[in-house]
């Protein structure tokens, strides 16, 4: 069972940078493509970020230009590089393949204060 763990959450102010990590057990993320999502007090899941197994990505409007998805095959990571954050992206941060078809992990809080 492909576990996840996410990291790098906490509390920042406005404009600030953050830069989130997900551990997967195994090698998913080379043969998966995979994202970031964000559920925030009150709202449905999302998908922000995806990173596609050939290297292209997709951001959703409200992050292209300051989120950067990336991964280490090497060490079964992969990242989210959040820059110039806005109160409007607080929430619980969670990765999964782009189907969300593995187990979901316990994700990792990010507050942005204004």
């Known amino acids: 069972q492909v576990q996840l763990v996410e990291s790098g959450g906490g509390l920042v102010q406005a404009g600030e940078s953050l830069r989130l990590a997900c551990v997967g057990s195994?090698?998913?993320?080379?043969?998966?493509?995979m994202a970031w999502y964000r559920q925030a007090p009150g709202k449905e899941r999302e998908m922000v970020a995806t990173l596609f197994q050939g290297g292209g990505t997709y951001y959703v409007d409200s992050v292209k230009g300051r989120f950067t998805i990336s991964r280490d095959n090497a060490k079964n990571t992969l990242f989210l590089q959040m820059n110039s954050l806005k109160p409007e992206d607080t929430a619980v941060y969670y990765c999964?393949?782009?189907?969300?078809?593995?187990?979901w992990g316990q994700g990792t809080r990010v507050t942005v204060s204004s």
């Open positions: 999964n393949s782009a189907g969300g078809r593995f187990q």
């Open positions: 195994g090698t998913i993320f080379s043969i998966n493509h």
